[in-house]
């Protein structure tokens, strides 16, 4: 029992506890940004997309071998001699011309392994992280500044001083330099900085309106082929029946109406409905069918109805609101009907009993 | 009464009373809900340290009008072995048993929808038709989770809702009467003439019953969360165990009634918890209107008093849901029945008790 | 669903909100009673190991990181000290602190992140944001002194690649000043809130004898009682030097080696993690961190396993060399591999929303085990 409480107590205080952090939480201010507006300050290591400034670019091929990816592609042509490519910005002089470099930077795992070698630091990573495009062709970033005929020009005269040299030597000559792919020689992409009526009252309409649903969900509950259509149909029966009742005065019987039958029986109809096994494939047919007999029962069943409702003669009485039935019904189950009162709680008890041992197992 | 008012101005009782059916839900549910799912998502963002939406409009207050639209203009994807009339007759029925509670609920003193004897005994009853919307969503979709979420949430349901009837019966026996409207006139005057409090009349009683209204209060409340599907009850739409149980197959305008009737049925609890316990629409202060001498300002003065409890249980609620973890489905069971009911009982027995000396 | 107890499959599919990665379980039900879980991987695998036969050994550093990606220090870290010890290279001791200070901030955050995604399984959202706000502070110490926020090529063979920026020991002295209230706060939301511990606490409990045997390691290892950490039992680095404890579960909420006891040793061992990079911030020496970098790595021809302290688990690298630039082969032991061989073990009894729970404590991560 103390065990019971202390459990409880506990709860309540932890679940306490964890309410006071989140209020205060609520004054603390955000932490975080609002992104295409406010940016975030990169520091100054930060390794976002590569670019390659080609006028310091030996052509010595350290990244292209670094890369673990292997996303950049390097091709040279050496110089024949005599000619002057210039030096690097520290001082290295250069003696290939870099026909080829692409980096395809949608391979690229930004490892930064391709920095490092560089002899004279033309490549490096930049602060641009921003460089979504529409096609994938558009990845492959070209850094090379000739242009094709500078290229075709250097490869020739390569090509002719190997020829000179092979055919000093009489040795098979060398493929000529293979064609430009189509992207034109914009160096690579610059880094930058880059979200009633006249008659019917309000109660006549309500009547009929209450009236309706029942006798259409009624016939759709008799004739539906689904099981389970004709038990939500049912509901709508419940329903529209409760609402009769109130038109009547009786508004406990009601309300004890939906509470008990729409929110208790028919929820476990509704529940035994769905859970049986594959009950959507059970064709509802009855074994015998005995049409002649059935229509003349029937038939007599609905004259002698039909007949008593047209012969009463049904009192039209023109009464104020009925008042409350809460209240007497209230005292009357306590005073006069009791005994039944006891012994109808007493029947529930046992059914619940009965129902709570046969789940038990 | 307003219905009265309304007969005289129109000259038909019709239209009066179609007016009177949908007036609350222009005038306060909808712009209700659009605010309270933005004050949803603020709260929680708050609460997380980020901010929430803040570009459509200022600070995001147009957010939800843009979720609407949104809804609006989606596809209506109804898989073809989905039981198409259920399918699409579960949200108006959940929708339906959330609203139908309103009409019972006095929001000032001069409007309430029907001033219904069993006001408190009706709302439980209704709140039964959504039980049955969510087994129709959950057996129309088709679908093994969703009938699982839809199952959990039918036996959440009307489990609670047997401590919610054991407390109003404890409100009942000290005040004699269920009517909501009589509720709320019963508790004027000064704060301390709420039901949390000990009730209107000064005397031993009062001071007796003060604890057991304030647990009563709180077993009420839990269940009362568990009603609705809040954490740390959701089971039924818990994200990362079902994807969203027995509202998964719902797109478009159809998943946005869902929503809508969740809050509501939030609405709707919160209301009745602020008139049982707190005073409903009564001021803790007494009336500017009154001590002005503009008698026309009193039920606007109400008004904005029920709306500030209803909302104050609703941020109470919200809280919640973002502090706590969710019960698993049998210890949710296990608390309901083996807490939460023998809680209700004593406390049930203890005040009649007080009561009748 | 059905009364008559047939044994249901339900999948709970490669695409799930709470497997934490591409997972496929599958689940053999009896009712809502589980009686076995079916783990089927595979759906991250990528050819680590066969990619690295065809790469030198500096360009294999990337790839360790991509195996288990919230953790990705301690990958490198596990590699770069297996090929060292094949190497038989000494590295500065600025180096060691450096390595052990990155090693220990990463482990906080990949616990940081278990935590935070188990509470977002269990259904408290909330811790979920503050875990990962305190993460994105870690992640800024990292950004600073190496450029990436989650997958570094940091630690290098024979030392790292970047000396630490000059205001890392600043920010990490403010991190941590800033973070031991943070915890005291998640222990207060989360850890002793009734409901979780409710959720968690008796749930599928791991008895030692069955951990050992199924090899599991690390923080499930540990809760379940066996006090084994590889930064004690077999020390590698210069772990021997600073004074820590190992936490041990003890079955506080419930029994030993339940699903709480797994989650509040993670919470444990942060603390703990916070101690190590305080005395190693205090103790760190001067001293060039490139200096001992070779030019080219050729091992000599020779195998070696290694095995490192993961925040999951023990991981393990066995390099084979046969003399050349390129490794002949690695394999790895990837610790989340060996752990969710227990998930069968552990769930039977319990009902499917337990899975999730028990998914959660054991802390996977599917790029380490499809590698």
Redesign the interface.
């Known amino acids: 029992m103390i065990n019971y409480l202390q459990k409880f107590w506990g709860g309540l205080f932890t679940i306490l506890i964890g309410m006071r952090v989140t209020f205060k939480h609520m004054f603390v201010p955000a932490v975080t940004i609002q992104y295409p507006t406010v940016r975030p300050e990169l520091p100054e290591r930060e390794r976002n997309r590569l670019y390659v400034n080609m006028d310091d670019c030996i052509g010595c091929d350290q990244c292209s071998r670094a890369c673990p990816v292997s996303c950049i592609d390097i091709e040279t042509v050496k110089s024949i001699p005599g000619e002057d490519l210039g030096k690097t910005s520290n001082g290295k002089k250069k003696a290939l011309w870099v026909t080829k470099f692409d980096i395809d930077i949608a391979k690229c795992c930004y490892c930064e392994l391709c920095v490092f070698p560089c002899p004279t630091d033309c490549i490096y990573m930049t602060d641009v992280y921003e460089f979504s495009e529409f096609e994938r062709s558009s990845f492959i970033y070209d850094f090379v500044t000739l242009t094709k005929e500078e290229i075709e020009d250097k490869k020739k005269n390569f090509a002719e001083m190997q020829a000179q040299k092979e055919a000093a030597k009489a040795a098979a000559a060398i493929k000529a330099a293979e064609e430009k792919a189509a992207k034109k020689d914009e160096p690579g992409k610059k880094p930058d900085n880059e979200k009633d009526v006249k008659l019917m009252g309000v109660y006549e309409i309500i009547f009929y309106l209450f009236a309706a649903v029942t006798l259409v969900s009624a016939v759709f509950v008799v004739t539906s082929r689904n099981i389970v259509r004709a038990a939500f149909n049912l509901l709508f029966t419940f329903f529209g029946v409760a609402g009769i009742y109130v038109l009547l005065g009786a508004d406990f019987v009601a309300i004890v109406q939906l509470i008990v039958y729409v929110g208790g029986i028919l929820i476990l109809l509704i529940f035994g409905v769905m859970i049986t096994n594959k009950i959507t494939e059970v064709d509802i047919k009855t074994g015998t069918l005995h049409t002649l007999p059935a229509a003349i029962g029937v038939g007599l069943f609905t004259g002698i109805v039909g007949a008593v409702v047209l012969n009463t003669e049904w009192r039209v009485v023109d009464s104020e609101m009925p008042e409350s039935t809460l209240t007497t019904l209230g005292h009357m189950l306590i005073t006069e009907y009791v005994l039944i009162f006891e012994l109808l709680g007493i029947l529930l008890l046992i059914a619940l009993i009965g129902a709570a041992s046969m789940a038990r197992k | 009464m307003m219905y009265d008012w309304l007969t005289e101005f129109t000259g ?3 239209i009066a ?1 179609l007016i009177q059916g949908w007036l609350p839900l222009l005038l306060f549910v909808l712009p209700f809900v659009l605010v309270a799912v933005l004050a949803e998502r603020k ?9 929430g939406p ?1 570009r459509v409009g200022y600070h995001g207050i147009l957010q939800t009008i843009a979720d609407l639209l949104k809804l609006l203009q989606k596809e209506d994807i109804i898989a073809s072995a989905n ?1 198409k ?2 399918f699409n ?1 579960a949200p108006l029925l959940v929708f339906a048993g959330s609203y139908a509670a309103f009409a019972a609920i006095p929001f000032s003193g001069a409007f309430i929808g029907s001033q ?3 006001g408190l ?2 709302i ?3 709140t ?2 959504v ?2 919307g969510i ?2 969503a959950g ?1 129309a979709s088709n679908n ?1 989770y969703s ?2 979420g839809a ?1 959990r949430a ?1 036996a959440q349901i ?1 489990s609670y ?1 047997i401590p919610t009837l054991l407390i109003i019966l404890t409100v009942i026996m000290i005040t004699g009467t ?1 009517n909501l409207y009589t509720l709320s006139e019963m508790q004027t005057g000064y704060f301390w003439n709420w039901m949390i409090f000990g009730g209107p009349e000064f005397g031993l009683q009062k001071f007796l019953l003060i604890p057991f209204m304030m647990m009563g209060f709180l077993v009420i409340f839990i269940s009362m969360l568990a009603e609705v599907n809040r ?2 009850f ?2 039924p739409e ?4 079902l ?1 969203s149980g027995f509202h998964t197959e719902y797109s478009g305008m159809k998943f946005a009634m869902f929503f809508l009737a969740e809050y509501a049925n939030m609405f709707a609890v919160s209301a009745i918890i602020a008139i049982m316990f707190f005073g409903g629409f009564q001021s803790p202060f007494g009336y500017l209107g009154n001590s002005l001498g503009w008698e026309w300002l009193v039920p606007f003065e109400q008004f904005f008093w029920f709306t500030v409890k209803g909302l104050f249980f609703i941020f109470v609620q919200m ?2 849901r ?10 949710l069971m296990a608390f309901c029945w083996k ?1 939460m009911i023998p809680f209700a009982f004593v406390i049930l027995i203890l005040v009649g008790l007080i009561t009748v000396l | 669903m059905a009364l008559k107890t047939e044994e249901m499959v339900l999948n709970m599919g490669p695409q799930h909100p709470s497997t934490h990665g591409v997972l496929r379980l599958e689940l053999k039900l009896e009712g809502e009673i589980i009686s076995d879980v079916i783990p089927h991987i595979g759906y991250l695998h990528r050819c680590f190991e066969k990619h690295t036969e065809a790469m030198t050994y500096p360009q294999v550093i990337p790839y360790t990181d991509r195996m288990d990606y919230l953790a990705a220090m301690y990958n490198e870290f596990g590699y770069a000290l297996a090929v060292e010890r094949l190497m038989g290279i000494e590295v500065p001791e600025r180096v060691e602190y450096i390595r052990v200070i990155m090693g220990e901030l990463q482990r906080i955050a990949s616990h940081l992140v278990a935590l935070g995604t188990y509470g977002a399984d269990i259904g408290a959202f909330t811790p979920f944001l503050y875990c990962f706000r305190d993460r994105e502070r870690i992640l800024h110490l990292f950004e600073i002194c190496c450029g990436a926020r989650l997958l570094y090529n940091y630690i290098w063979i024979g030392g790292v690649s970047h000396d630490l920026h000059p205001d890392f020991i600043r920010l990490t002295k403010e991190f941590i000043k800033d973070f031991r209230p943070n915890i005291k706060e998640l222990n207060d939301l989360l850890s002793y809130n009734q409901i979780f511990i409710d959720r968690t606490a008796n749930v599928a409990v791991l008895p030692k004898d069955t951990a050992v045997n199924y090899g599991i390691t690390g923080p499930n290892l540990r809760a379940s009682g066996v006090k084994w950490d590889l930064r004690k039992d077999d020390p590698y680095s210069i772990y021997d030097k600073f004074d820590y404890e190992i936490p041990v579960g003890s079955g506080e909420r419930g029994k030993t080696g339940d699903c709480w006891d797994r989650y509040i040793i993670r919470v444990r061992e942060m603390e703990e993690s916070l101690k190590i990079i305080e005395q190693a911030i205090e103790q760190i020496p001067d001293g060039d961190v490139t200096s001992a970098i070779p030019k080219r790595v050729k091992p000599p021809a020779g195998q070696i396993y290694t095995r490192v302290e993961n925040p999951r688990g023990e991981l393990g690298y066995f390099i084979i060399s046969d003399g050349s630039l390129y490794p002949y082969r690695i394999k790895v032991r990837a610790p989340s591999f060996v752990n969710l061989a227990i998930m069968g073990e552990l769930s039977k009894g319990w009902m499917v929303a337990d899975v999730v729970a028990i998914l959660g404590s054991i802390d996977i991560v599917l790029g380490e085990i499809d590698r």
């Not at chain 2, 709260?43 to 901010?51: I, Y």
């Not at chain 2, 818990?238 to 165990?241: C, K, L, R």
């Not at chain 2, 973002?322 to 210890?331: A, E, K, N, Y």
Request: glycine share 2%; net charge negative.
């Open positions: 038909s009782e019709i009373a709260v929680s963002a708050h609460m997380q340290d980020r901010l803040m039981d009339k259920l007759l219904i004897e069993l005994i009706y439980v009853a209704v039964g038709l039980v049955a087994l129709m057996w093994k009938l699982l199952m039918a009307i809702e269920v954490t740390p959701d089971i818990a994200e990362s165990e994807v809280w919640l973002w502090t706590l973890p969710r019960f698993r489905v049998d210890q807490y």
